[in-house]
């Protein structure tokens, strides 16, 4: 069966300093990957989507992703935050079909 | 540029009533979803409907029943308000039938509180 597992509920780190938000998923076949945000009172954003090629994948506001199939892995990574990326984010997993499987989120809270 | 519009936005009911959220999308999207959002669970997937009168069941489908007569709406049903329920229920769309790396698109959802 497909999953998502984002092992931090929450993080916090001070703005400037680098970000990881790990996820791991679980699918037997070859994964479409994705990482959404979700700000405060609204529905979830795309930040970056990966199904093959170059396994770093860039996305919007300086976002990057790694895949590594050996570790079925899919971490997101920023360089140097900023207090707007408090937000809730998510890693989610496509078996095709529509079939999107979330984890459940890590919210991330920067602190000035 | 499209956008997902979800009514109410806020969503106050009694425990066993019948309600209903409204979804609509101007991206001419074929297919369109209703997600529930629990505080620390992640999105399920409640149903989804991959063109017009076509509704497919979600992990979460039990208590909700849906109806897709436009491609541009989509409605959620709660049949019977469970009491201290309290969710986020997000429609999202997305532009090709079976496409595994479509990005799907949300609303800003909507929130409902049993009483």
């Known amino acids: 069966a497909q999953s998502v597992t984002q092992p931090d509920a929450r993080v916090t780190v001070s703005e400037g300093a680098s970000l990881q938000l790990r996820c791991k998923y679980s699918y037997s076949g070859t994964p479409y990957l994705f990482w959404y945000v979700q700000y405060p009172r609204q529905g979830l954003q795309l930040l970056l989507k990966y199904y093959s090629g170059d396994p770093v994948v860039q996305g919007v506001n300086g976002f990057e992703a790694e895949f590594i199939k050996s570790n079925s892995s899919f971490h997101l990574r920023k360089a140097s935050v900023h207090w707007s990326d408090s937000a809730v984010y998510f890693c989610?997993?496509?078996?095709?079909?529509?079939?999107?499987?979330f984890g459940k989120g890590t919210s991330l809270t920067v602190i000035p | 540029g499209g956008i997902i519009t979800q009514t109410p936005k806020f969503l106050i009911g009694q425990e066993g009533q019948k309600l209903t959220l409204k979804c609509q999308q101007n991206f001419n999207h074929d297919t369109m979803y209703w997600y529930r959002q629990d505080s620390g669970k992640g999105l399920r997937l409640i149903y989804y409907s991959i063109t017009e009168n076509d509704l497919q069941k979600g992990d979460l489908s039990e208590g909700y029943d849906a109806s897709r007569e436009k491609k541009s709406s989509f409605s959620l049903t709660v049949t019977s308000a469970q009491k201290n329920e309290m969710a986020v229920f997000l429609c999202?769309?997305?532009?090709?039938?079976?496409?595994?790396?479509?990005?799907?698109?949300f609303g800003s959802g909507t929130r409902l509180t049993v009483l």
């Open positions: 999202a769309s997305s532009i090709e039938l079976g496409a595994s790396a479509e990005t799907l698109y």
């Open positions: 989610a997993v496509s078996a095709g079909y529509q079939n999107f499987y």
